[in-house]
Nanobody, 122 residues
Framework: VQLQASGGGLVQAGGSLTLSCAASGRTFSSYAVGWFRQAPGKEREFVAGIGWSGSSTYYADSVKGRFTMSRDNAKNTVYLQMNSLKPEDTAVYYC????????????????WGQGTLVTVSS
């Protein structure tokens, strides 16, 4: 499966953005998907993950309560709704797919999309 992330941009602190991750392939519903981010000078970190059906989600503590991940398998798309954005959320965001049932920090991801830049100004 190939992934294409989009939806990044510049937003003020406290604002919202929704990222999309569009996938090619007819078996997308058999992939768990994770969102990751990498800030300048920092290592890539797990942000959120969603299982095959969308009923299982997992969030990093830093975004819990502010970010919501969902998926529409009919559209082969995964979303990351980001609210109450903070300057420390500034990063390049990546989506990645795994054959695992759930997407958590330790899951092995074999398919990565290109990143989309999110910049949060203070």
């Amino acid at each position: 499966v190939q992934l294409q992330a989009s939806g990044g941009g510049l937003v003020q602190a406290g604002g919202s953005l929704t990222l999309s991750c569009a996938a090619s392939g007819r078996t997308f519903s058999s992939y768990a998907v994770g969102w990751f981010r990498q800030a300048p000078g920092k290592e890539r970190e797990f942000v959120a993950g969603i299982g095959w059906s969308g009923s299982s989600t997992y969030y990093a503590d830093s975004v819990k309560g502010r970010f919501t991940m969902s998926r529409d398998n009919a559209k082969n798309t995964v979303y990351l709704q980001m609210n109450s954005l903070k300057p420390e959320d500034t990063a390049v965001y990546y989506c990645a797919a795994s054959r695992a049932v759930v997407a958590v920090p330790g899951t092995s991801y074999g398919n990565w999309g290109q990143g989309t830049l999110v910049t949060v100004s203070s």
